[in-house]
């Protein structure tokens, strides 16, 4: 079973930012905070992944909390072209174990 | 770039056939995995290998094999395809941390 919990859906206008949320209370020291999403027909995108800093990349960023029960991962522009559902996965770094996918959020980006 | 081929974007096939789908990867990744996405189901572990020779089941092995004779390569087989293995088919590989997928595999067993 995921060890994560999200939304099953959520909207944002275009050129807003797009905060989507993931809880993980569960999640052990050494498990880092994956995400993906997954455009419609396609294969799922690796975004971004953190331990317990705060990261950014091109395409969004991570924020982390404090006690590593949660995170949420940032679009600041959303466009259109970022409607997918996104996945949060917690796992550990090393190791063969692979990725388990929860439902994840089904982002739509309206114009 | 990473590169994770799947032979077929779309596969028809007949109930009762034996069907080969191979995954290619390209960045000597030590784990392959198949995965089948269904609607409201997500994306459900099939089988991975974590290296050549080698496979373990993951949360739906049932009807389904694979084999690794090559690091880069993975087959999933279904032995004797039936209509509930309708499904989308995603390859991944990955090294340590983040994985990459393929485009993914339409399979309609009619």
């Known amino acids: 079973d995921a060890k994560t919990t999200q939304p099953p859906s959520m909207d944002c206008a275009e050129g807003r930012a797009a905060n989507l949320p993931c809880n993980h209370s569960t999640i052990s020291g050494n498990e880092y905070v994956y995400w993906y999403r997954q455009i419609h027909s396609q294969g799922p995108q690796y975004i971004i992944h953190g331990l317990k800093n705060n990261e950014t990349n091109e395409m969004a960023s991570l924020i982390i909390t404090e006690d590593r029960k949660s995170s949420t991962l940032i679009l600041p522009h959303a466009t259109l072209r970022d409607t997918a559902v996104y996945y949060c996965i917690v796992r550990e770094n090393s190791g063969n174990t692979p990725l388990v996918f929860g439902k994840g959020t089904r982002l739509s980006v309206i114009a | 770039d990473v590169k994770v081929t799947q032979s077929s974007r779309y596969l028809v096939k007949r109930t009762g056939e034996k069907v080969f789908l191979e995954c290619v990867q390209d960045?000597?990744?030590?784990?392959m995995f198949w995965y089948r996405q269904d609607p409201g189901l997500g994306l459900r572990l099939i089988y991975f290998s974590y290296d050549v020779k080698m496979k373990e089941k993951g949360d739906i092995p049932e009807g389904y094999s694979v084999s690794r004779e090559k690091k880069e390569r993975f087959s999933l087989i279904l032995e004797s395809a039936s209509t509930n293995q309708t499904s989308m088919y995603l390859c991944a590989s990955r090294s340590r941390g983040f994985g990459y997928f393929g485009p993914g595999t339409r399979l309609t067993v009619t």
């Open positions: 960045m000597d990744h030590e784990n």
